[in-house]
């Protein structure tokens, strides 16, 4: 399974996303989340199913399992606590909290909501330049700077090409219109874009990370371990492989600042370094003087790793990590 890290609007997670949750568990008004849910992909995906399958869509039977919960004097403070992130996330550690706010058991079709607004209003989408990419400039290319728009349509005016001249500039201001399918289309293959994520290996090769960033910070591998390893408890739990169920873990802005900072004088390993450093751990396998652990190998992904926290602390997002 793949493990990939997207950015993480805290912002809107903690004043649009889990204050609708809050009043659907806590007041019972649904009709917040439900506004939401209705512009994610998962309920544009559900509506063409037939009527006979509706009520096992993700929504109605969220509606029945959230109307089935208890509500008394305890309950009612820790389903607040677990929709005020700021409360739930010091409490989220398993390490350290083994009853953070939750409820009495998990629901699926909750989840998959929970996880469907998360992947539709606060996974930002960003993108990484390829570290192989190099911006040079052809070796005929004139040292002459280029005209620009405006003074190209001015020397032909001066030239006398009025008509071309009128024709460029018309070609400059006239908007570009798609058709409604071209449009739907291209914003389906952005969303496919944004839902991919930055790849950082598969979850064997999670362990090359997290025991590359021990070596590097014992703090690094701590707030990775919360990212990415299983050690932050989701608010609505989570399923590996299944689509808005496999967010294992997130940083908050703050936490990734911290992240960054840990590792800003780390260097890490060029992908041909780790593969050679996996090559000689498969070949100490059967050398007990020089066996190595699975966490002691080089990890191929770390320079993506660090490009990707340095460009969400850049733009003052958190993380999001999902598995499958």
């Given at each position: 399974m793949i493990v990939r890290i997207h950015g993480f609007d805290w912002g809107a997670y903690t004043?649009?996303?889990?204050?609708?949750?809050?009043?659907?568990?806590?007041?019972?008004?649904?009709?917040?989340?439900?506004?939401?849910?209705?512009?994610?992909?998962?309920?544009?995906?559900?509506?063409?199913?037939?009527?006979?399958?509706?009520?096992?869509?993700s929504w109605p039977r969220a509606q029945t399992f959230v109307k089935q919960l208890p509500r008394g004097t305890h309950t009612l403070p820790e389903y607040q606590a677990l929709c005020t992130p700021t409360l739930y996330t010091p409490l989220s550690d398993s390490y350290i909290h083994r009853h953070p706010p939750q409820l009495y058991?998990?629901?699926?079709?909750?989840?998959?909501?929970?996880?469907?607004?998360?992947?539709?209003?606060?996974?930002?989408?960003?993108?990484?330049?390829?570290?192989?990419?190099?911006?040079?400039?052809?070796?005929?290319?004139?040292?002459?700077?280029?005209?620009?728009?405006?003074?190209?349509?001015?020397?032909?005016?001066?030239?006398?090409?009025?008509?071309?001249?009128?024709?460029?500039?018309?070609?400059?201001?006239?908007?570009?219109?798609?058709?409604?399918?071209?449009?739907?289309?291209?914003?389906e293959v952005m969303k496919d874009e944004r839902s991919l994520g930055v790849n950082i290996g598969n979850q064997p090769g999670i362990l090359h990370l997290r025991g590359w960033l021990a070596s590097t910070s014992i703090r690094s591998m701590a707030l990775f371990e919360l990212l990415a390893c299983g050690r932050r408890r989701m608010p609505f739990g989570y399923r590996a492989n299944e689509p808005y169920e496999n967010i294992i873990g997130y940083l908050t802005p703050e936490e990734l600042w911290q992240l960054s900072d840990s590792?800003?004088?780390?260097?890490?390993?060029?992908?041909?370094?780790?593969?050679?450093?996996?090559?000689?751990?498969?070949?100490?396998?059967?050398?007990?003087?020089?066996?190595?652990?699975?966490?002691?190998?080089?990890?191929?992904?770390?320079?993506?790793?660090?490009?990707?926290?340095?460009?969400?602390?850049?733009?003052?997002?958190?993380?999001?990590?999902t598995v499958g």
């Open positions: 004043e649009r996303v889990m204050p609708a949750f809050a009043r659907w568990l806590v007041d019972g008004d649904s009709s917040f989340v439900s506004e939401l849910y209705q512009q994610t992909q998962n309920a544009r995906e559900e509506s063409f199913l037939p009527a006979p399958l509706r009520p096992v869509c058991q998990q629901s699926e079709a909750l989840r998959v909501i929970w996880g469907a607004l998360v992947t539709e209003y606060c996974q930002s989408w960003f993108t990484l330049p390829s570290p192989q990419q190099e911006v040079s400039q052809p070796a005929h290319a004139s040292s002459t700077p280029a005209l620009s728009r405006h003074e190209m349509i001015s020397f032909l005016h001066a030239a006398g090409l009025k008509d071309l001249a009128q024709e460029i500039k018309e070609r400059a201001t006239e908007p570009l219109l798609l058709e409604d399918e071209d449009a739907e289309e291209i914003e590792l800003k004088l780390a260097i890490p390993p060029t992908a041909a370094q780790a593969e050679e450093d996996y090559a000689l751990f498969r070949l100490q396998q059967h050398i007990p003087a020089e066996f190595r652990l699975l966490d002691e190998v080089l990890p191929t992904h770390a320079e993506t790793f660090l490009m990707a926290l340095r460009l969400a602390a850049q733009y003052g997002l958190g993380l999001l990590c």
